[in-house]
């Protein structure tokens, strides 16, 4: 591998901080409900949404929990960092699923210290410290997806 991993080129701008709390909100889910990581998702600097397969409704109290939780990980002040890795080691680690079809031969491991690690080529913050107060502002739940919309505070 070259000292100057080769990635595809990205082209969008995300707010670090929201994009750091998807991630954070991604494992808390997959955590408290067992559900993959969000198959629908719309982050933004004013106030996100992500969409996650359930088989049922979350109680008012898990939403709460959920709230709480992803504010205790980011308290945490973790370190946000990134490994490159190629294709061929990250496939017994992740889903490479989402990944495009000209993807690059290296990809990017960004991981929320020992939280959460995905494969993301976006922009994050250093540390949990610098995300804010994560606030559920509204959810629902149609034909199997809970749709959490989020600010951060």
Sequence with gaps: MTDTPQL????KEEYPPMHTTEHIVNQTMIRLFGC??????HI????????FKLPQPPTEAEIQQIEDCVNRVIQKHLPV???????????S???L????????????????????ECLCIGRHVENTSEIGTFKIISHDYNDGILRLRFKLL
């Design 8 to 11: 595809n080129e990205h082209n």
């Design 36 to 41: 993959g990581r969000a198959v629908s998702a």
């Design 44 to 51: 933004e600097r004013k106030k996100s949404k992500l969409d």
């Design 81 to 91: 960092t990134t490994q490159y890795i190629t294709q061929d080691e990250a496939r």
């Design 93 to 95: 680690r992740f889903d």
């Design 97 to 116: 699923a989402r990944l495009p079809q000209n993807a690059s031969e290296t990809v990017r491991v960004v991981k929320v210290g020992d939280y959460d």
